[in-house]
C-alpha cells in the first residue's frame, strides 16, 4: 500500500482528522479517518471520540519525536486498561470456576493477561499497522515487540472503557481475549515461569524468590532491563527483556531450567 499523508487539527476541543492519501502496511506516521474507521471494524467497536483511540495508539517514541511531553503517551490508558482487564478477566474466572481456589483463578489469569499471550491478540488484530512509533523505533522493529503490542492492546482497553463503558469493553475482551479460553489453558508454550518456580521454591521450603534489577540499559523509550531471581541469598537465574516484567518472566525460565524443574 502507498504512503499517505494527513493532518489533525483541533476542533471544539476535539480531533479532527481529514485524510489526503493512503495508509501504508509498515505503520503510520499519522493517524486519518479512513485508517481509524479500519481499525475499529477490527476490533468491533465504533468510538463516539476518536481522539480516545488516536491516544491508545500512540507510543511514547512517537510524542518525544513530536516535541510532545510523556504524559501525551499511550501510557496512562494503559495503566486503566490493565485494570479493567484484569476486572473483566477475574470476573469471567471466578463466574466460570466455581469449584476453583484463589492460586488456581490466579494462575490462569496471571496466563491470559500476560504479555504474551495479548502480544498475540494485538497481532491478531493487526494492531502493529496501526501504532504510531517515531522513526527510529519503527526502524528498529518496535512495531513488532511483544511489550509495544501488548502496551498499546491495554491502551486500547482503556480507550473503550472510557468511550463506551464496562459493558463495551467487556464485550471487546470476551471476543478478542476470552475467544480461546480453553485452548490457551491447555497450551504450554504459556507457562507463567514467576508462578512455576515460586511453586517449586515452596516445594522445597526455599520460600519466596526474590528479583532484582541487575541492570538498565537504552533510552527511556526503548530500555533493556537485566535481572537476576535469587532465593535464599543465592543468585539462581538472570533474563533480560523490554519490561522489567518480561525479564523476570526470563529469570524465572532460566532458574526452573538450572534447577531441572522445566
Known amino acids: 500500500m502507498g504512503w499517505f499523508t494527513a493532518f489533525v487539527c483541533r476542533a471544539s476541543g476535539r480531533f479532527r482528522l481529514r485524510s489526503f492519501g493512503r495508509f501504508r502496511r509498515e505503520g503510520p506516521d499519522e493517524l486519518d479517518a479512513g485508517v481509524l474507521r479500519e481499525l475499529e471494524g477490527r476490533i468491533g467497536y465504533r468510538f463516539r471520540d476518536s481522539e480516545l483511540l488516536v491516544n491508545a495508539l500512540k507510543h511514547r517514541s512517537y510524542v518525544y ?17 490493565d485494570a479493567v482487564l484484569d476486572l473483566l478477566v477475574a470476573d469471567f474466572l471466578f ?6 481456589r484463589e492460586g488456581d483463578l490466579t494462575q490462569m489469569k496471571s496466563l491470559v493477561v500476560s504479555r ?37 492492546f491495554e491502551a486500547l482497553i482503556g480507550a473503550i472503557y472510557l468511550d463506551g463503558g464496562l459493558e463495551f469493553s467487556r464485550t471487546f475482551v470476551d471476543r478478542k481475549v476470552l475467544d480461546d479460553f480453553d485452548e490457551l489453558i491447555q497450551r504450554d508454550d ?10 517449586h ?5 526455599s520460600g519466596h524468590p526474590r528479583y532484582l534489577v541487575h541492570s538498565e540499559e537504552g533510552p527511556d523509550h526503548c ?34 531450567q538450572r534447577l531441572g524443574a522445566l
Do not use: W
Open 65 to 81: 519525536a513530536h516535541q510532545g511531553h510523556g504524559i501525551e503517551s499511550n501510557e496512562r490508558l494503559e495503566f486503566l486498561g
Open 223 to 256: 530500555k533493556m532491563f537485566s535481572v537476576e531471581v535469587c532465593v535464599t541469598g543465592e543468585s539462581i537465574g538472570r533474563g533480560s527483556g523490554r519490561s522489567k516484567k518480561e525479564a523476570q518472566q526470563m529469570a524465572a525460565r532460566d532458574a526452573l
Open 190 to 199: 504459556y507457562v507463567n515461569f514467576k508462578s512455576k518456580l515460586l511453586e
Open 95 to 100: 463466574r466460570r470456576f466455581q469449584d476453583k
Open 201 to 205: 521454591t515452596q516445594s522445597l521450603g
Open 116 to 152: 504474551t499471550v495479548l502480544a498475540r491478540k494485538a497481532r491478531d488484530i493487526d494492531l502493529d499497522r496501526f501504532i504510531l512509533l517515531s522513526p527510529e523505533e519503527r526502524g528498529a522493529g518496535g512495531g513488532r515487540q511483544p511489550s509495544i503490542l501488548c502496551d498499546a
